[in-house]
């Protein structure tokens, strides 16, 4: 698989959020379309049905309680006419029998409101990963850079390149976006402990070792000054 394919696999997903209050919408689509992903927006039971059936979508993002039909309703009649399109369902109904409803009526997975946007994010790639990649999608080719995603092995200019079970997350998390600048925070929040407090001091030290380790000739990890790191795309 040539680098053009892993980036589209990663980057280039298109979904549909189907929500009806207009606020959430906005948000949901402004965010996801900043990190990378095509939206479709659909605000009620009818509309979400005509555009699952006229595009071919990667992943549903689903409200519960929209015009037309609730949302475990919805599923339930895709999942009858055979549509098999992850759903990551997103409510404010957060009792246990609503979630067991939800996973019952044909959900991947449910993720009450509030929450956080970078835990969306999180089980949105969990979606993806489980229901979407071909087995050769778990190993990318970014240039003189190949990562084995289920082996844990990372080889750069066909030397490979032994990495502790932090580092190896630390690149591969800024994989999932190359060329994208990653904020030290989101790197915090993805690997290390929920409820710290960020310590841009330790990611640095990660960053550095995994410099010299991948070799510096150049250097393929980017400082972003006031922002975070990039991985860089060689040709």
């Known amino acids: 698989m040539n680098g053009s394919r892993a980036f589209k696999y990663i980057s280039r997903v298109k979904l549909l959020v189907v929500e009806d209050e207009a606020p959430m919408a906005r948000f949901l689509a402004q965010g996801l379309t900043e990190e ?45 006419r055979g549509v098999q399109t992850p759903v990551l369902f997103v409510t404010a109904r957060d009792a246990v029998r609503d979630r067991v ?34 087995l050769s999608a778990r190993v990318l080719h970014l240039g003189s850079l190949t990562i084995d995603l289920d082996e844990r092995r990372v080889h750069r200019k066909g030397r490979e390149v032994p990495l502790s079970p932090r580092e190896f997350q630390l690149l591969a998390h800024l994989a999932e976006r190359p060329g994208k600048v990653v904020t030290r925070t989101a790197l915090w ?37 006031g922002a975070g790191y990039r991985l860089r795309v060689e040709e």
């Open 101 to 134: 409803r939800g996973l019952d009526a044909g959900g991947d997975d449910y993720l009450p409101k509030p929450f956080a946007f970078d835990e969306l994010l999180a089980r949105l790639r969990a979606l993806l990963r489980r229901s979407q990649a071909p």
């Open 189 to 225: 929040d993805r690997l290390w402990s929920s409820g710290t407090e960020p310590d841009s001091n330790v990611i640095d030290v990660y960053v550095r070792s995994l410099r010299n380790k991948l070799g510096r000739d150049p250097d393929l990890i980017e400082t972003v000054r």
């Open 36 to 80: 990378g992903y095509a939206v479709d927006v659909a605000e009620n039971a009818e509309e979400a049905d005509l555009l699952l059936a006229a595009c071919d979508y990667d992943a549903v993002i689903l409200d519960v309680m929209i015009p037309g039909c609730d949302g475990f309703t919805l599923c339930s009649r895709w999942r009858s």
